[in-house]
């Protein structure tokens, strides 16, 4: 299986590149370090006494490694961390996070799975061991781990049930990745006991490590100053929109009773998609404002009915400039975004009903009362609209969710702890 599946990456690598190009068109980003994605390093890499290598494929995963990565380097003061990523986007965050920690932090793009590239991959940096983010499996990579004797461990692992009826369906491929896997650090009980199922023979339960990351001081003051640019109107944010969810969202204001003047901040997740929603926002008639067109002083207008949120990796300044955040990916079956970031911030949060990928921590917020569910985009707006015309009710339910989001710190250094066995 593994070798058809090799062939198979081979054969598809031309279209692979193409796609990358065009894709290019709109992120630059796509075009450069091909040399990377091919397995090609050019001189040697420096010695380091140890090498981590830790994979974040983009955005998301990046910014939840961050105290991982901080607490790797401090665990182990002599080694260096060689942190991959598959899109421009993730290398982007990665480089603006990380830049603090100088050599000790070098930044690729992750070698396609085709055996050779991530095998020249291995011999140029010569890591100790292998940590991979989240959900991402390579049978090839794993191989070629096992093969050079790299313990591979999947830190902050999450796998829903639809993932997992998906790697069944792929059969010994997966199987036999999954069973070459050292450690297994999963995100819940249940995440666990389905990472089980695939056969892995070490898996720890540790937590969220989304949890444990400290909102940046600069981010807050982003996001003081972005809210003093708009001034005292009712801000409704809607963050990590995917597409066919702005729609709804737009549609469904229409039809609402928000309070007079509420200001929707409307953040895509996907930054290709910028200049497609500002054209759906201008098809209903309504005043936009780009983000990235404030600087200095200038301010939100009052007549601005939509601030679009078009820039990378300000978040946390929209979540802190904002009275209630609607977390997306969850309108549509796309299984949800992470709505542990404006519980930190002492946000209340509203989500919709699909939110597979990230189903108990879900459930534990809304229990916990910092976060409610709605239905469609109509209770969107009706939840919204409650809640802003509701002062102690939208304070109460923001400092449910910071407690929350403070009751459930901890899986790094539980994380840590059990990576410790692997590395000397």
């Known amino acids: 299986m593994r070798l058809l599946y090799t062939l198979a990456w081979w054969l598809a690598l031309p279209l692979v590149l193409a796609r990358l190009w065009l894709r290019g068109r709109q992120e630059p980003g796509y075009r450069q370090h091909w040399g990377e994605r091919l397995g090609f390093y050019g001189r040697k890499a420096p010695a380091s006494p140890m090498t981590i290598w830790l994979h974040a494929v983009s955005v998301g995963e990046t910014r939840a490694a961050e105290p991982l990565v901080d ?102 491929l997966i199987l036999e990745a999954a069973r070459a896997i050292s450690l297994v650090a999963a995100q819940t009980p249940d995440d666990a006991a389905r990472v089980r199922q695939l056969g892995v023979p070490d898996v720890a339960v540790t937590g969220s490590i989304k ?23 009712p801000v409704l944010l809607c963050a990590s929109t995917r597409e066919g969810e702005e729609e709804l969202i737009l549609d469904a204001i229409a039809r609402a009773s928000l309070p007079a003047n509420t200001l929707l901040l409307l953040v895509p997740r996907h930054p290709q998609r910028f200049d497609e929603v500002e054209k759906l926002v ?16 200038a301010v939100v207008a009052p007549a601005t009915q939509v601030l679009l949120g078009d ?54 917020a809304i229990e916990a009362g910092g976060a409610a569910l709605v239905a469609d985009a109509d209770a969107l707006m009706a939840q919204a609209t409650e809640l802003l015309q509701d002062a102690p009710r939208l304070a109460a339910m923001g400092e449910q969710a910071l407690a929350f989001a403070a009751q459930h710190r901890g899986a790094t250094p539980r994380t840590i702890a059990a990576i410790k066995p692997l590395l000397p």
């Open 211 to 233: 949890f444990d990351v400290v909102v940046p001081a600069s981010a807050l003051a982003t996001g003081a100053w972005l809210r003093a640019a708009i001034g005292q109107r």
């Open 71 to 172: 607490a790797l380097l401090a665990e182990w003061p002599g080694c260096r961390i060689v942190l991959t990523h598959m899109t421009p986007t993730g290398r982007a965050t990665g480089k603006a996070l990380f830049a603090k920690h100088g050599a000790r932090l070098v930044q690729s793009y992750l070698p396609y799975d085709t055996g050779a590239m991530p095998a020249r991959f291995i011999r140029h940096y010569a890591p100790r061991i292998c940590i991979l983010m989240e959900t991402e499996v390579w049978p090839n990579l794993i191989h070629q781990c096992r093969r050079y004797r790299v313990p591979v461990v999947l830190a902050n692992a999450r796998l829903s049930q639809r993932s997992l009826k998906k790697a069944q369906r792929l059969g010994r």
């Open 282 to 297: 201008a098809a209903r008639g309504l005043a936009l404002q780009r983000r990235s067109i404030l600087a200095g002083s």
């Open 311 to 364: 820039s990378m990796g300000e978040m946390f300044a929209y979540y802190a400039a904002c009275d209630c955040a609607f977390v997306g990916g969850s309108l549509l079956p796309l299984g949800g975004q992470n709505l542990i970031e404006p519980a930190a911030l002492g946000k209340p949060v509203l989500i919709g009903p699909h939110t597979f990928n990230f189903a108990l921590v879900t459930e534990q």
